[in-house]
């Protein structure tokens, strides 16, 4: 395998770090876009760029136009310049979230699956895809990561706060559910990172565990991790109407399925993920419980 030199747009993002420890390669520099701008990079002596700088969750706080240009003009403003330099591969970290909103869809999607993104997120990064191909050429190639919900060792945001949840409550309303949710242990992001790389492909890719995990199953392995005897509570219909009726985007996340079938990513990279998810949540509660506030 030629060891390529890879350069990660992003500082001590979450991914950027789990990245540099799971990944084969390890001639690895990162540069900050906050402290740096694009035209201030010095991208010549290295094969790929992984570009992870982004606004990754929605807040309303934050303006749909600093989504844009964080998300969108400033991830194509990288790309050009690396095109010019020489770089032969930019890796784009997207999302999900271009194929829409978490239960808008009830099918199992793929990767050709048709976009429609509905919020600043979302349509930031797709907008970003779609310029990011245009940029494409023989000596450049594009490759786009697709990713469900990321998982494991220093997560924040929602497995974090789902750890939390798991921690405090010994009665939790999640028994006998049998949805599905594709989720993304970092170990295994970081193996279809090293295969696109190692492959020098290009395209669109979801990565993602090999299979997808029911909120119950979830919950299960957490609380095993934890140590914790959690009861888990079969909801009454009505209950479970009235959650969606008061908190309905989290209720979706919660109960509803949201799963992805990536056939045509694991057979272009030959590539099956190597940790199973209980094995990825065991690491990531482990993780948890060493490092967490006293």
Excluded at 132 to 144: C, P, S
Excluded at 270 to 278: D, G, H, L
């Amino acid at each position: 395998m030629p060891m390529s030199k890879i350069l990660i747009t992003g500082t001590n993002s979450f991914v950027g770090i789990d990245f540099k420890e799971f990944s084969r390669y390890k001639d690895i520099d990162c540069v900050s876009l906050i402290e740096n701008s694009p035209k201030e990079i010095v991208y010549h002596g290295y094969d790929v760029v992984l570009h992870l700088t982004a606004i990754v969750h929605q807040d309303k706080s934050i303006p749909d136009t600093e989504y844009f240009r964080v998300n969108r003009d400033l991830a194509l403003e990288v790309a050009k310049n690396a095109k010019r330099d020489g770089i032969s591969q930019f890796v784009f970290m997207s999302t999900i979230k271009v194929y829409g909103d978490d239960g808008s869809s009830k099918e199992v999607q793929n990767e050709n699956s048709p976009c429609k993104p509905q919020e600043a997120y979302g349509k930031s990064k797709y907008e970003a895809e779609l310029g990011l191909q245009e940029l494409e050429d023989e000596h450049f190639k594009v490759a786009i990561v697709r990713t469900p919900l990321i998982y494991g060792e220093g997560v924040k945001a929602n497995m974090f706060k789902f750890i939390k949840l798991v921690e405090k409550f010994p009665f939790l309303p999640f028994g006998k559910l049998e949805n599905k949710r594709s989720i993304t242990y970092v170990g295994n992001l970081a193996g279809y990172l090293d295969k696109i790389i190692e492959l020098e492909v290009s395209g669109i890719f979801i990565a993602q565990d090999e299979k997808a995990i029911s909120t119950t199953d979830l919950v299960s392995y957490i609380a095993h991790g934890l140590s914790r005897n959690v009861k888990l509570i079969n909801l009454p219909k009505f209950m479970l109407r009235l959650f969606y009726q008061i908190a309905p985007n989290t209720s979706a996340r919660l109960f509803d399925s949201l799963e992805f079938n990536n056939t045509f990513t694991k057979e272009k990279l030959n590539y099956i993920p190597s940790y199973k998810t209980k094995e990825g949540i065991e690491r990531m509660v482990n993780y948890y419980k060493n490092n967490k506030e006293s």
